[in-house]
């Protein structure tokens, strides 16, 4: 069940979400691997457009196209860079085919893919390896399953969230299996960078293309 096309559900996650333990840590870790000089960004699941704004404070000249599907979503990251003639909006839901949108310096997502279903990831994955340009880099902050129950209630006790709160939308999956499908699309320097209990930074960089 998804209910992020509720604006009850996307509010309260927005009005929790600064306050989850930890997460700027994460977000600090891709702010030092997208590098200084990219001139065009994928925020892929943009949420309200809290991790492409980062990215803009040391990239103010970089264009950045955001995507998600929800309407309160979209709403807020259309407010956020209203004036921005740099940052496109796009509505689109990652159930379907990322659209034809040209190629990235650096593709980013924060606790977006984790709502797919696990074949679903693995395709967009393979979308995403697509869209990168020639040495570009992929950073995925994400929401990663537990190795086993009593972790999993630990990790909601420690983000102030009771069992009951837990959401249904979660397809959670583990590090290592995403990690190995990012290798197996054509990655290279793949690894988890961060880690958190179930908040985990998954990187992968796509090959610069051969001179010969």
């Known amino acids: 069940m998804n209910r992020w096309t509720s604006a009850e559900h996307a509010l309260s996650y927005l009005s929790r979400a600064d306050r ?10 891709v702010l030092d691997h997208v590098p200084l000089d990219v001139w065009r960004v994928l925020d892929v699941g943009t949420g309200d457009g809290r991790l492409a704004a980062l990215l803009k404070c040391d990239r103010p000249f970089m264009e950045c196209v955001v995507l998600d599907f929800s309407p309160t979503m979209l709403e807020k990251v259309t407010a956020r860079f209203g004036d921005d003639p740099l940052v496109t909006v796009v509505a689109h ?5 990322l659209p034809a949108l040209g190629s990235f310096d650096a593709i980013v997502s924060s606790f977006a ?6 074949d679903r990831k693995r395709s967009l994955y393979g979308e995403i390896f697509a869209q990168l340009k020639p040495g570009g880099i992929f950073c995925n902050l994400e929401h990663v399953s537990s190795p086993t129950p009593a972790l999993h209630r630990h990790f ?5 969230y009771g069992e009951h709160e837990d959401d249904p939308s979660n397809q959670l999956l583990d590090v290592q299996t995403q990690l190995n499908w990012l290798w197996e699309l054509g990655f290279n320097d793949v690894d988890c960078y961060w880690k958190w209990l179930e908040m985990a930074l998954l990187v992968g960089k796509k090959p610069q293309a051969d001179p010969n």
């Open 156 to 160: 909601l006790e420690s983000i102030g």
């Open 20 to 29: 989850i333990p930890h997460r700027t840590e994460g977000e600090r870790v």
């Open 93 to 97: 839901n990652l159930d379907e085919p």
């Open 113 to 118: 893919i984790h709502h797919l279903s696990d």
